[in-house]
């Protein structure tokens, strides 16, 4: 249940803080926290490591919910059979300085693991563990179109709270009943003021306004990909990228049982990018989409077309608008030229 109203709380930077600090004693803490220079989403022991006054972590909190490698099952064989021990993910979670763009791509994250079909049990227990605090963004970064694909920089509406930056601390809004619930244990001083508004204008193009279908044959894949690298950075900081592969590997001596006849091993998951070489090669080695144009063209054609029809998205594209895969690109594929190419 949503309870958003234009009325929200002040409070200042010491008493978001000392909040912080209460929330990481009983809860794994997630915030903007910097890695050898590297601004990441990172587990954090209390405020005084979180990087504040941040910008956009270079990775999304996609990583908080669908981790990079997970174990989903430990496989253990013996002369009595195969034992399958399940490893579901335990305890909460709160991510603070969530941006609303990382908090739509969860969001367009549910229509696959959650809310059609077979529900994901590992995602599902970690979507159900976590609360978002967001923060909304002073202004939109150089790269950043959000508000072309339905976003905002202040976009509430994904959160389970929000923080705003104002003058003297943070206007909070309790946007869910979870969020409601985890404001109550937060001191302040009670003061009130209207709901800040932030500068949503943007040059790109609406995906929305391009006739997709149309552009399936055209040559522009071809010129296009040449830049191409395949190296799939796109696809891991994206926020949205779900495509992923299932192995299985043999466990190390010490980690197995140690019993005579007893062999262990795990079933790992690992994100996969549909813009590798080799990405859904059958065992006789046929690749479905051999040619950079066929594996960009797809990229794009998911994004915009293909997971809007297939969850029922309607005008909802897999797109945030973060800019992530236009500043990580090392050759310049910029989804912003594509979306003007294909609009002219």
Request: proline share 5%; with cysteine; aromatic share 8%.
């Amino acid at each position: 249940m949503t309870v958003i109203s234009n009325q929200c709380s002040v409070i200042s930077q010491a008493e978001l803080a000392a909040w912080l600090d209460d929330l990481a004693r009983t809860r794994t803490l997630i915030a903007p926290h910097e890695v050898a220079g590297v601004l990441l989403y990172r587990p954090v022991e209390g405020s005084q490591e979180i990087a504040w006054g941040f910008a956009r972590p270079v990775m999304s909190v996609k990583e908080a919910y669908f981790p990079p490698t997970e174990r989903l099952l430990t496989i253990e064989k013996s002369d009595g059979g195969i034992k399958l021990n399940e490893t579901l993910p335990e305890g909460e979670q709160v991510i603070f300085g969530v941006r609303p763009c990382d908090a739509r791509g969860v969001k367009i994250l549910d229509a696959l693991f959650l809310d059609t079909g077979a529900v994901d049990p590992y995602y599902a227990r970690r979507r159900a563990n976590t609360t978002l605090i967001g923060l909304a963004c002073k202004e939109m970064g150089p790269t950043c179109f959000c508000t072309s694909v339905g976003g905002a920089p202040d976009e509430a509406s994904d959160m389970d709270v929000m923080l705003y930056e104002v003058e003297g601390g943070y206007a909070v809004e309790a946007v869910t009943e979870k969020g409601k619930v985890l404001l109550q244990t937060i001191d302040h001083g009670g003061q009130t003021i209207e709901k800040p508004i932030v500068n949503r204008q943007s040059s790109v193009v609406n995906p929305n306004s391009i006739s997709w279908l149309s552009h399936f044959d055209d040559e522009y894949w071809a010129r296009m990909s040449e830049r191409c690298l395949s190296c799939r950075a796109c696809a891991y900081v994206c926020p949205t990228c779900r495509c992923f592969i299932v192995r299985d590997e043999i466990l190390p001596f010490e980690a197995a049982t140690g019993r005579p006849g007893t062999g262990q091993f795990e079933r790992i998951r690992c994100w996969d990018s549909c813009e590798g070489e080799n990405y859904r090669r059958t065992a006789g080695g046929h690749r479905p989409r051999a040619e950079k144009s066929e594996r960009l063209r797809n990229r794009f054609f998911c994004k915009f077309y293909y997971y809007s029809e297939q969850y029922g998205l309607g005008q909802t594209s897999a797109c945030t608008g973060c800019g992530r895969c236009v500043d990580v690109c090392p050759v310049n594929v910029d989804i912003t030229e594509v979306l003007a190419d294909l609009a002219a």
